[in-house]
């Protein structure tokens, strides 16, 4: 999917009544975040998003529930991802656009999100839309 044009202004932040924190990530809380990520997805996420030259996070009762990354390869947006326990509060949109803003500051017009899903999340959040696609086949080598 790509976005274009002006980044989307950061979203009000989730309400203070749900304990909910943002925070943009420095060298001090990569790892704590990294390691969240590798817990909850992978290990291949948990390095895009410990090289990743932006990186936003929330928090709720002092634990990582959601996080965004951008620039592990230039120009791209992603990975993100919010915990099972956090989904419905509306972070992935905030972290999304805070990213969004982010590389526009750092001089991009344009954002290529990588392996998108949900495709809905990101059409209604930001206005993306598909550029192309990819099909992924496999084989049983014998």
Same mark, same amino acid.
């Given at each position: 999917?790509?976005?274009?044009?002006? !980044? !989307?202004?950061?979203?009000?932040?989730?309400?203070?009544?749900?304990?909910?924190?943002?925070?943009?990530?420095?060298?001090?809380?990569?790892?704590?975040?990294?390691?969240?990520?590798?817990?909850?997805?992978?290990?291949? $996420?948990? $390095?895009?998003?410990?090289? #990743?030259?932006?990186?936003?996070?929330?928090?709720?009762?002092?634990?990582?529930? #959601?996080?965004? !990354?951008?620039?592990?390869?230039?120009?791209? /947006? @992603?990975?993100?991802?919010?915990?099972?326990?956090?989904?419905?509060?509306?972070?992935?949109?905030?972290?999304?656009?805070?990213?969004?803003?982010?590389?526009? !500051?750092?001089?991009?017009?344009?954002?290529?999100?990588?392996?998108? @899903?949900?495709?809905? /999340?990101?059409?209604?959040?930001?206005?993306?839309?598909?550029?192309?696609?990819?099909?992924?086949?496999?084989?049983?080598?014998?």
């Amino acid at each position: 999917m790509e976005h274009d044009g002006p !980044a !989307a202004a950061p979203a009000e932040e989730p309400p203070v009544r749900q304990g909910v924190t943002l925070h943009k990530a420095g060298d001090q809380d990569r790892r704590e975040v990294a390691a969240f990520v590798e817990k909850e997805w992978n290990e291949r $996420w948990a $390095w895009e998003a410990s090289s #990743a030259t932006g990186l936003h996070y929330a928090r709720r009762d002092g634990q990582i529930v #959601a996080f965004a !990354a951008w620039g592990a390869r230039p120009g791209w /947006f @992603g990975p993100m991802g919010t915990s099972p326990a956090a989904r419905g509060l509306g972070l992935g949109g905030v972290l999304l656009r805070r990213c969004l803003a982010e590389q526009h !500051a750092a001089g991009l017009s344009e954002a290529q999100i990588g392996w998108v @899903g949900p495709l809905r /999340f990101y059409s209604r959040a930001v206005g993306a839309r598909v550029e192309r696609v990819f099909w992924l086949y496999r084989r049983d080598l014998r």
